[in-house]
């Protein structure tokens, strides 16, 4: 019988420690509006093997002409818990060929009467090289003025 309730609580605790594990992977999600009538959605999660998942689709009018529509994978998140950067690599677009790095950061400035301000996004930026596939630089901080944040006009991010 005490080998039976060693056992449960040992099951018990991994189990316990698995859920807390879990709870503290990285998350970000996140759709709506920008500027000049850009929608954007997009989700990403880091995994219990420290891989992320995730994917993404921006949509951008063009007057007169085809809207630009880029889908994109997301393989790498970085995330403090308010702000998140992203990359991964294009999957289908009318503008840039299949595999293209891309990368962006959001900022969840909180929700309701308890945000600081409105959340915010920077543009997603594409490029054949393999400059901007790597998540832990923040090129809003390297250079703000040519990465600059965003308001989002409607929707909304959540960052964990």
Known sequence: MKK???VAVLVLALVLTSVAFAANLSKASGQGRLNQG???SFHAQERNDGSVTGNGVLVI???GAENIRIKFDIDCLNSDGQSAVMSGTTTESNVWPEDY???FKVVDNGEGA???GPDQM???YADASELIDDCSVDYNDLDPVGVPLVDIIAGNVQVK
Do not use: C, L, N
């Open 4 to 6: 039976v309730a060693v």
């Open 38 to 40: 850009r929608t954007f």
């Open 61 to 63: 009018p063009q007057q």
């Open 101 to 103: 790095a891309v990368w």
């Open 114 to 116: 308890k945000a600081s």
């Open 122 to 124: 920077t543009f997603i």
